[in-house]
């Protein structure tokens, strides 16, 4: 693979309303979903960018306290506020969008997804393909999460509504798509309720 710049978009920033609890700060083996996410992403991607918006401050302590203790990665990691979160996650990636116009490819991340195994990024990152635009992950016949899109893409998104979907624009008939078959059954599973979570601890 020529020489690209791989940047990650981690989304922070909703009200885990279905959780009954914050999901960005609910702890694996006493570690955080963001920061599990964001470790993972690290050793893949060049810059990361995290999205917050409900309880901000509350998320950048973590995400400090991680920078502290990780001096190395201080250039790398980025927060930056969404002050429209209120008007749903779309907002919140033209934010991030905003901030990685230099990416070549983004590998964008929902932060409820702490499960996927590190090799899966290995794996998933060596599917860039200069003919596509837009990369996806598929197991068992089933689109997941994440996934990774090209520079092309980004005008899309900072141009429509700040209430769209991504699932729109991966929809456009303009955007190539790639369809990654695995063996990773994780990007299926997000932890968004309760119940996800208390089977997540009990395996």
């Not at 909703?14 to 694996?28: A, E």
């Not at 893949?44 to 950048?60: L, M, P, S």
């Not at 090799?119 to 197991?139: L, R, T």
Request: with cysteine.
């Amino acid at each position: 693979m020529k020489n690209i710049t791989i940047d990650a978009l981690l989304i922070s920033a909703g009200y885990s309303g279905r959780m009954g609890d914050f999901k960005p700060l609910i702890k694996i083996n006493d570690k955080p979903f963001i920061i599990i996410i964001l470790e993972k992403l690290i050793s893949v991607c060049n810059n990361i960018v995290i999205v917050t918006g409900y309880r901000n401050d509350d998320v950048e302590v973590v995400i400090n306290d991680w920078i502290v203790k990780n001096p190395n990665y201080k250039e790398k990691v980025t927060s930056v506020y969404n002050e429209k979160y209120h008007e749903g996650m779309f907002s919140s990636i033209q934010k991030g969008i905003e901030k990685l116009t230099d990416s070549d490819w983004v590998l964008f991340h929902f932060v409820d997804q702490p499960t996927i195994p590190k090799e899966f990024y290995n794996e998933f990152i060596s599917q860039i393909d200069e003919n596509y635009d837009w990369i996806q992950p598929v197991y068992n016949l089933t689109q997941g999460h994440p996934v990774i899109f090209k520079k092309t893409v980004f005008a899309k998104v900072l141009s429509s509504p700040i209430n769209y979907k991504m699932k729109l624009i991966r929809e456009d008939e303009n955007v190539k798509k790639k369809y990654w078959v695995n063996n990773y059954p994780e990007i299926l599973h997000d932890i968004d309720t309760k119940d996800d979570y208390i089977n997540l601890v009990k395996v």
